[in-house]
C-alpha cells in the first residue's frame, strides 16, 4: 500500500498536474493518451472539472506544489463559465467554454459541491461557504422527485438512478466536515433513508442501478442490473455516515449482505478482480472490469466488519494491476483479461485519489 501512496504523490498527482491541466484556456483535459500524453478531445464536462478540483485539493493538503494553483483554475472555470443563467451548472463545454449541453445533471451537481468542500483546504472555509449552501438551496428546491429521491436532471429523463443519490451524500457528508452547517447532513439523513428503504433490494440484498419514475427497479426478464462496485462504494458511504450520525444496526446489516452479494456474485474467479455488471441473480451481464469499481473495492474491503487479509490483498492487487508506472492507467480490462489501450480519462483519478487516501490510515 506505501507503494501506492507514493505512486499517487510522486508520480500521478504530478503528471497530472503538468499534462492534465488546460492553463491556456484556463480548464482541465479530459483524457490523456496512453502514447502521447495529449488530449483528442474536443470538449470538456462538468465532472471532469469538479472532480480535478477534488483530486488537486486533496494534492495540495499533501504539499504537491502548483496543485493549489490548479483548484484556483477549476473554481474560476465553476464561476465564470459553468454556471447556467437559471441556476445550477450546466453539463458540458467547448474547448473554449461555451456551453454546448445546457443540462443540469444532479450527478456532476453533486461533484461540483464535493470540490467546494474540499477546496475550502486552498481558499478557506468563509470564501466557499455561501456558494456551496446557495447550490445545496437550488438542489432541494429544483430538483426533489415528487415520488421520493430527485430527479435525474432538468430536463428530467428516465430511467433515475441511484448513483446520483450516492454521490450527492458524499458531497452533502463532505460539505458537513468541511462547513459545519447541519443542512449538509440533514441532507445526508434524507438520502440514507431513501437508500435504506427505497433503493435498497432486501429481497435479493442487491442494489438495483435503475428505476421507473416511482422509483421501482426497471426490470427485465423479472430481474434487475447490479453493479458491484457501488456496492462497495456504498459499504465505504455508510460507514462514513455512521461515523458522524453514529452506528445503526439496519445500515450495519445492509453493508454486511451488500458485500456478501459481491463476494459471491462480483469478483472475477479468474482474474479477481471486480466485474462490471452482473444481474439480481448474479448471472454476469458484462464480464469485463473498469478501473473504478477497483478502487471502490478497496475502500470497503479495509471497512468492512468482516475484514479479511486475503480479500485485502486481492483487493490492492486488482486496483494495482490497472495502474502504469507512468503515472496513467488502463481504463478496461475485458472478459478475457486482456487490458485496452484507450485514453487514460481524467476523471478517474478522482476514484484512484479516494482509494489510496481512504486506506493508507487503515494499514
Known amino acids: 500500500m506505501a507503494a501506492l501512496g507514493a505512486w499517487l504523490r510522486g508520480v500521478a498527482w504530478p503528471v497530472w498536474l503538468a499534462l492534465g491541466v488546460d492553463r491556456g484556456r484556463g480548464g482541465f483535459f479530459e483524457a490523456l493518451d496512453l502514447e502521447t500524453k495529449t488530449c483528442g478531445a474536443g470538449f470538456r464536462r462538468l465532472r471532469v472539472a469538479a472532480r480535478q ?71 478557506g472555509v468563509e470564501g466557499l461557504r455561501a456558494e456551496a449552501l446557495h447550490l445545496l438551496d437550488w438542489i432541494e428546491r429544483e430538483l426533489p422527485h415528487p415520488q421520493g429521491g430527485y430527479l ?30 447541519a443542512r449538509f447532513m440533514a441532507c445526508a439523513d434524507r438520502l440514507v433513508g431513501v437508500f435504506a428503504s427505497r ?32 456496492h462497495c462504494e456504498w459499504v465505504w458511504l455508510l460507514h462514513r455516515y455512521q461515523g458522524l450520525a453514529g452506528p445503526r444496526a439496519d445500515l450495519a446489516e445492509i453493508s454486511h449482505r451488500l458485500m456478501a452479494f459481491v463476494d459471491r456474485f462480483g469478483v ?44 485485502q ?19 478496461r480490462r475485458n472478459a478475457d483479461g486482456v487490458f485496452l489501450h484507450g485514453p487514460a480519462p481524467a476523471s478517474s483519478l478522482y476514484h484512484v485519489t479516494g482509494a489510496i487516501l481512504a486506506v493508507e490510515p487503515l494499514m
Open 53 to 123: 478540483v477534488f483530486v488537486f485539493s486533496e494534492a495540495h493538503r499533501a504539499g504537491l506544489a502548483g496543485a493549489g494553483d490548479a483548484v484556483e483554475l477549476g473554481l474560476r472555470f465553476l464561476e465564470r463559465f459553468a454556471a447556467h443563467p437559471e441556476g445550477g451548472y450546466a453539463w458540458r463545454f467547448d474547448l473554449d467554454h461555451r456551453a454546448i449541453d445546457l443540462t443540469r445533471d444532479l450527478y456532476d451537481h453533486a461533484f461540483v459541491l464535493l470540490a467546494l468542500a474540499h477546496a475550502t483546504s486552498v481558499v
Open 313 to 331: 490483498m486481492q483487493a490492492i492487487a486488482g486496483m494495482r494491476a490497472f495502474l502504469r508506472a507512468d503515472g496513467l492507467w488502463f481504463e
Open 268 to 311: 472475477d474467479p479468474v482474474y479477481g478482480g471486480v466485474v462490471d455488471v452482473v444481474d439480481s441473480n448474479g448471472e454476469v451481464v458484462e464480464g469485463g472490469a473498469r478501473l473504478w469499481p477497483q478502487t471502490e473495492r478497496l475502500k470497503a474491503e479495509f471497512l468492512r466488519a468482516d475484514k479479511d487479509a486475503g480479500r
Open 199 to 230: 433503493l435498497f433490494d432486501a429481497a435479493s440484498g442487491a442494489l438495483p442501478e435503475f428505476f421507473d419514475e416511482g422509483l421501482r427497479p426497471v426490470r427485465k426478464g423479472g430481474v434487475f442490473l447490479v453493479e458491484p462496485g457501488h
Open 152 to 181: 435525474e436532471s432538468l430536463p428530467h429523463a428516465l430511467p433515475r438512478r441511484q448513483n446520483p443519490h450516492m454521490h450527492l451524500l458524499e458531497a452533502c457528508l463532505a460539505a458537513h466536515e468541511a462547513f459545519g452547517d
